[in-house]
Every structure is written in C-alpha cells, then in structure tokens.
C-alpha cells in the first residue's frame, strides 16, 4: 500500500468512526527539503499519526497544531526555517537547507481532500485541487476548495465567483503541465493565497506475460501504489493466487490487439515479457502506434533489434517518435541479476521517463533534485 492510500483509507476510517483528526499538508517549499507539496501527515485524536512530511523532524511540531485545529476546527499555516547552520539553534537537524509552509485542517476539510483523492483514484483521470490557504476576499475562507477535472468539470467553490473563475484558469493550465504551485490570486476586495494541487492516479502498467519472472515485478510494483495489470493468453495463469498484488487480468486472444484489449492510453506504460520471439512481436506490432509512453521489451538489445526487422519486413516500420517509446532492453543498466532486481531496474526506467528524468547518479545532477513548484 502506497503512503497515500495508507492516508487516505485512514480518513475515510476515522470519518465513519466519527473520530475527530486534522490533516497537515505541505504546500510550498524553498530551497531543499526532505518532501515535496503535495506530502500529508495524519494526525488523529488519539493513536500514532499516519504518513510523513519530513524525515521524522516536523512531526511532532506539526502534531501540536493539530490539536488546536483540532480543538477549535481552523485551519492554520504554519511554517517552519530549516536553513540554519546551527542545528542547537532549530533543534531539528534535518541536514536540508530550506523553508516550508504546511497547511493543517480540520476533520470535515480532511474528508474534501480524500474525496478528491479517491476521484483520482478510481476515475484514473488527474484532478487540480485548489485550496485557500489565507484571504483577504470576503466570503473566501481558508479551506475553501475548488476542484477542476482534466475534461474540463468543475466541483465546489472558493466562495467569490471572480475567484473561481482565474482560479480554474489555473488549475487547467497546471494540470497540462503536471505541476502543483502556490498562487497568489486576486479578486474584488482582496487577493486569495492558494495551493493549486495537481493529484494524479496511480501509474496505470501492463505487463505482457505471466511467468515467474512477471511476479516480482508486479509485486514491487504494486507496493509504490502502481495499478498493475497482467496480460497472457494463458488463461490459468491469471489468478490472484499467482499474482495476488495484481489490480486485474486481461486473457489475450490475439497478441496483436493487446492496445485494445487493455485499454494502452497515454498514461499506460507497457513491459513485454512472454520469452516468446513471435508473440512478442505481436504484442510489439499493436503497442507501436499506441498512445503508451513507455514500451519495455524484455531480452537483449539484438532480440529488440530482430523484433524490429522483422516487423519491418512485413511493412510495420515505428517512426522516430515510436522508435524513442520502444526501450529494448527494458530497464536501467544498474547490473541487475536475476528476477528481482530486474524488476527494480525495470521499474526505474519508468519512473524515469515518467519524470523526464536520464536516470544517472544524483551525485552527478546540477541544481535541485526533485522539481521545485513555483510560488506567484
């Protein structure tokens, strides 16, 4: 279970048990920090909170704001300095050299946001979430949301019709660029400060094939919070008792229909593995003129090659663009040996071009390592 789930199963628990909670989320970040915007801390009246948004440092600061959102059900900002040298000074020693804004709300706002992020979820679609973090707007309160759909669907409010209308503005310009930013947005009366969120479903993946080799994959996989869905001709094979971290089946009839049978669109990222020359070349010969990002064919750069040729010979030849999605052999070259770290160097790679990453040494990287949301 990924930390999100984890945290949003959590506040749908302690909703329906009518126990009272508040739940921290960071939504700016200057310089280096451990998380990201976007990171969420739970914080229930009574047990262990649930999630990060540090590397264990802020916790305990943050929990105490809980309680008094908690106790008097207002959402508050709270920020904190990490870019003392002096570690006596702060006391948290976090070893980043940054500042952070976390917002903390209340249990009836912590039921918007797992609302919004069951939505993502279930729908597999991306939602733009913008929260009011402080207003000057009268009838634009802190918590306020707004929540913009990637086809263009519009939920709730800020509370100023002027607002909302700049705000979706906003929210679908960020959701094309898979960003999330603190912004400034003014109105009638005053501006609002928000924290407009990009929240996107989990990485959707199709795996080609149901040997052994296919189950750890599918198991690390499954644990970063990944829908994961098995392909195979081999009916039998497409059991939970086989897989039981698998999100679904699909029992293929036809290897050269493969795009169609599983639904491949641009956010399904594809690894072929059936250690079979010409139904690989089947599955190769649908997945070329899909929309997925990412085409990882199992095997040596030579065996990818000969795919290639042969698909040639028979008048299927990928353009530049089709070329580039075709990763052959799939992975990273982390000198992976055996099933196992096969599956961590395959998963990598995808999360690499997920990101737009090369996927080197972060030794080696210039500037910041994760991308950082901008602050209008």
């Excluded at 106790?71 to 870019?83: I, K, N």
């Excluded at 996107?200 to 970063?224: F, K, N, Q």
């Excluded at 698909?311 to 196992?340: F, K, N, S, W, Y």
């Amino acid at each position: 279970m990924s930390e999100i789930t984890e945290v949003l199963a959590a506040i749908e628990s302690l909703r329906e048990r009518g126990e009272r909670m508040a739940l921290a989320t960071v939504v700016s970040v200057r310089g280096s920090a451990y998380r990201h915007p976007g990171a969420r801390l739970l914080v229930p009246e009574s047990g262990d909170p649930i999630g990060n948004i540090s590397a264990g440092c802020l916790e305990g600061d943050v929990a105490e704001t809980a309680k008094l959102v908690m106790a008097d059900g207002r959402a508050r900002t709270v920020s904190f300095d990490l870019t003392a040298d002096d570690e006596a000074v702060w006391g948290w020693g976090l070893g980043c050299n940054g500042a952070i804004d976390v917002f903390v709300e209340p249990a009836e706002k912590a039921a918007e946001v797992a609302g919004a992020l069951r939505m993502a979820l279930e729908e597999e679609r991306p939602i733009s979430m913008v929260t009011v973090l402080d207003s000057s707007v009268p009838g634009v309160d802190e918590g306020n949301r707004l929540l913009v759909g990637s086809e263009g669907s519009v939920r709730g409010g800020l509370g100023s019709p002027e607002a909302d209308a700049q705000a979706e503005r906003i929210a679908i310009d960020l959701l094309k660029r898979e960003r999330s930013e603190t912004r400034v947005i003014p109105a009638v009366g005053g501006e609002v400060r928000a924290f407009v969120e990009v929240l996107e479903p989990p990485l959707r993946l199709v795996v080609c094939g149901a040997g052994h080799d296919v189950i750890p994959l599918v198991r690390a996989a499954s644990s970063l919070g990944w829908r994961v869905l098995v392909a195979d001709d081999r009916e039998a094979f497409l059991t939970h008792e086989r897989f039981p971290e698998a999100t679904g089946f699909v029992h293929v009839e036809r290897a050269d229909e493969i795009s169609a049978t599983a639904c491949v669109d641009d956010r399904t990222f594809v690894v072929v593995m059936t250690h079979n020359f010409m139904r690989d070349k089947e599955y190769l010969r649908s997945l070329m003129s899909s929309a997925a990002p990412y085409v990882g064919m199992l095997g040596s750069a030579a065996r990818t090659e000969r795919l290639l040729r042969e698909l040639a010979d028979e008048g299927v030849t990928p353009t530049d663009e089709q070329r580039a999605r075709i990763h052959g052999p799939a992975g990273l070259d982390l000198g992976g040996e055996g099933p196992e770290e096969i599956a961590q160097a395959i998963l990598a790679e995808i999360l690499a071009v997920k990101r737009g990453r090369a996927g080197g040494f972060l030794k080696d990287r210039r500037g910041p390592i994760h991308g950082r949301p901008q602050t209008v």
